[in-house]
């Protein structure tokens, strides 16, 4: 069946890195791209953008242009999101979704907190 | 950039109740609008792509309406398994969520 399973929990320091992997099967990973959506605690979907799992390219919504970078490794069927100097208010959970929203990780949280 | 403004915000109602929820959008975004359901603690779960098409698996109590820029979902008979938060989502030009509508028995 198609999942998409997503790494574990962060706790991090401001100022410090954190790259979150979400790891596709059941399906032909570049077949659809990768979207990443934000949710800040107790509040709303915000979307941070997508990767072409086919030619690696990236698109980034405006508020997520600098420190936020979406990479793959297609030979695992994998994509990821690091997020580069962290701030508290990154602490979110972040998930990944297929690109026609079907299917979505579980969420990872990560935490940033000094 | 487009903006989506989704009402209510909270809404409170009784099994078996007719509930309805609208999202409208900045400007016209044709049909391409999603409907999805979370529940505490979980990921989005697609109910209602491109306006008014129901995913697979999801209820025939679920169904959504609209064109151009408002839009509905309707859920025709609340079931208590239906308490989540609903969002609707904008794919017309580039992506955006509405704020969301947490939903809740009477």
């Known amino acids: 069946q198609i999942q998409l399973v997503q790494s574990g929990p962060e706790l991090k320091k401001p100022g410090e890195s954190v790259k979150i992997s979400c790891k596709a099967s059941?399906?032909?990973?570049?077949?659809?791209?990768m979207h990443w959506v934000k949710q800040a605690p107790g509040k709303g979907l915000k979307w941070m953008g997508w990767i072409n799992t086919y030619t690696g390219k990236p698109t980034y919504a405006d508020d997520f242009k600098g420190r936020f970078v979406f990479s793959l490794e297609a030979s695992a069927s994998t994509a990821n999101l690091q997020i580069s100097n962290l701030k508290n208010e990154d602490t979110a959970t972040y998930f990944c979704a297929r690109g026609d929203y079907a299917y979505w990780g579980q969420g990872t949280l990560v935490t940033v907190s000094s | 950039d487009i903006q989506m403004t989704q009402s209510p915000s909270f809404l409170s109602a009784s099994v078996g109740d007719r509930v309805t929820i609208n999202c409208k959008a900045s400007q016209n975004i044709n049909k391409y609008l999603d409907w999805y359901q979370q529940k505490l603690g979980e990921a989005p779960k697609l109910l209602i792509y491109n306006t008014n098409s129901l995913h697979t698996g999801i209820p025939s109590r679920f169904s959504g309406s609209g064109s151009g820029t408002d839009f509905t979902l309707t859920i025709s008979s609340l079931q208590p398994e239906d308490v989540a938060t609903y969002f609707c989502?904008?794919?017309?030009?580039?992506?955006?969520f509405g704020a969301g509508t947490k939903l809740e028995l009477k």
């Open positions: 989502l904008q794919h017309n030009s580039g992506y955006t």
């Open positions: 059941g399906y032909t990973f570049t077949d659809y791209a």
